[in-house]
């Protein structure tokens, strides 16, 4: 059974401060990894991808992977309130005919 | 405007009923995918399709059935078989080559009356 796993949160954390979120999977040749943010009562949004060992910045996100320890995390920098949502990890199992796996989802709060 | 679009909003189904939910895409995507979300829980597969005229059944696919009769369509039958079938359904796509990146479409909340 491939697994992805998130801790199980709710997080809360202040306005301006770093969020750091992680996940971690089972299937070790895995190589594609996703974060996806979910607004309440909205769908997924894709926010970041990443396949290389090491960290992927894009504006406030940062996407660290480590696939010896079979872990991905994502650090989200001077959180905002607008950024309180539910966040998603997926994990693309080895195998052209494997589909995405997804955690069960961590809920971010922000307080003002 | 590219995108993934999904009808109806809300949609309430009386018990023994077969309701249909649409998934439209303009991505020019051959990947279609239709998940479940239950409150507090991840999305679980319930049918793929790679290509027109082929499905595959995901992890949940007992009471659903599917069509891809065309590249942007890929409706979703919850029939009456579902016994549990209120749920918030996303409809998602992806180019088939490549790392598998799948985007959403807004979701069809569905409840039984």
């Known amino acids: 059974q491939k697994e992805v796993e998130q801790n199980s949160g709710p997080l809360s954390v202040p306005e301006g401060a770093i969020a750091s979120l992680n996940c971690t999977y089972s299937d070790r040749g895995s190589q594609s990894f996703f974060w996806y943010r979910q607004y309440s009562g909205k769908s997924p949004e894709l926010i970041m991808s990443?396949?290389?060992?090491g960290d992927k910045e894009d504006g406030r996100f940062t996407a660290q992977l480590n696939k010896a320890s079979q872990y991905v995390s994502l650090l989200i920098r001077d959180s905002q309130p607008s950024d309180s949502a539910t966040y998603l990890c997926a994990v693309k199992p080895p195998g052209a005919n494997s589909k995405l796996t997804f955690g069960k989802g961590i809920t971010l709060s922000v307080r003002p | 405007d590219g995108g993934i679009t999904q009808s109806p909003k809300y949609l309430f189904r009386k018990e023994g009923q077969n309701v249909t939910l649409s998934c439209e895409q303009n991505l020019n995507h051959d990947a279609m995918y239709w998940y479940r979300q239950d409150p507090g829980q991840g999305l679980r597969l319930i049918y793929y399709s790679q290509i027109v005229n082929d499905f595959q059944k995901g992890d949940i696919a007992e009471g659903y059935s599917v069509s891809r009769e065309k590249k942007e369509s890929f409706p979703l039958t919850v029939t009456s078989a579902q016994k549990n079938p209120t749920a918030f359904y996303l409809c998602?796509?992806?180019?088939?080559?490549?790392?598998?990146?799948?985007?959403f479409g807004p979701g069809t909340r569905l409840t039984v009356l």
């Open positions: 990443i396949y290389s060992n």
């Open positions: 998602a796509s992806s180019i088939v080559a490549g790392p598998d990146t799948q985007y």
